[in-house]
């Protein structure tokens, strides 16, 4: 299998507050990986790191085996195939869906040819394409403002998914999203993993349960243990810090 994240012994400090403690752990293509675990135990810092908002004292970040991207800022990362889509929706509510996405498509090019730029056919394509996975394909003339919450989400991800990216981190994305979008959200995540692999931090467990097929539990700045549901649930350790609460 191909590895597209190694992160090794990562250290992240604020003040000398060790939010991230030795954190060593890799990604496969293709997966969609679930971190878990209590409040403060240092999962968006992670992302943080990941993304290049925050950049680690200690460590390393391996990117697609060869690029070490600890120190990359956080647009470089952007070209180079790494998207992070935060808890809060943020599309452009006066915008049309089918327009948040043009502004996407050409945004990775920079702002001053994005101003300039026709939307080529290949990219009307692409957006098409990338609206019919994410089932927004018959709202494309809607205004973003008049989307339900979690069609506002689904907005956000094809945002980063027209964008070509290999790893796509995700916060929350089923946060205040009901049980009939959660499970949706779900399905989504399932047909995404075919084109880039994703990075998701989340605390609905039911969400987890059904949907991932491999987690980390993070506490206290470490991982406490990895691999399948079923396996972590059974761990003493997992259920005294977090699950058996
Ligand atoms: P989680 O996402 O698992 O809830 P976080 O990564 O948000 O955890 O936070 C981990 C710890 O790091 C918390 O104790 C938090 O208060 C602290 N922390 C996070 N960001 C900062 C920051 N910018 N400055 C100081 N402390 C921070």
Same mark, same amino acid.
């Given at each position: 299998m191909e590895t597209v994240l190694e992160i090794k012994d990562l250290i992240i400090s604020f003040d000398g507050f060790?939010?991230?403690?030795?954190v060593t752990t890799s990604v496969q293509k293709g997966e969609v990986r679930f971190f878990i675990g209590?409040?403060?135990?240092g999962k968006t810092t992670l992302l943080d790191a990941i993304c290049g908002r925050v950049h680690p004292q200690h460590g390393s970040i391996i990117f697609n /085996?060869? &690029?070490?991207?600890?120190?990359?800022?956080e647009h470089k990362l952007v070209n180079i195939g790494i998207g992070r889509k935060f808890q809060v929706p943020s599309v452009?509510?006066?915008?049309s869906v089918y327009e948040n996405m043009e502004v996407s498509v050409v945004k990775k090019r920079g702002i001053a040819a994005s101003l300039f730029s026709e939307i080529t056919e290949a990219q009307q394509e692409k957006i098409n394409k990338v609206l019919t996975l994410v089932d927004l394909n018959n709202c494309a /003339?809607? &205004?973003?403002?008049?989307?339900?919450h979690g069609q506002k989400q689904w907005l956000e991800i094809a945002m980063l998914l027209v964008q070509d990216l290999q790893l796509i981190l995700l916060d929350e994305?089923?946060?205040?999203?009901g049980r009939r979008e959660t499970t949706k959200t779900g399905e989504l995540l399932r047909k995404i993993a075919q084109h880039c692999t994703v990075i998701v931090v989340e605390h609905d467990m039911e969400f987890v349960r059904e949907f991932a097929s491999k987690v980390t539990v993070m506490h206290e700045g470490h991982i406490l243990d990895e691999g399948s549901v079923e396996q972590v649930q059974k761990n003493p350790k997992v259920i005294d810090v977090y699950l058996g609460r």
């Open positions: 060790r939010a991230v403690n030795g209590p409040n403060g135990a /085996g060869d &690029k070490n991207i600890m120190h990359y800022p452009f509510t006066s915008l /003339g809607k &205004k973003a403002a008049d989307l339900s994305p089923v946060a205040g999203m």
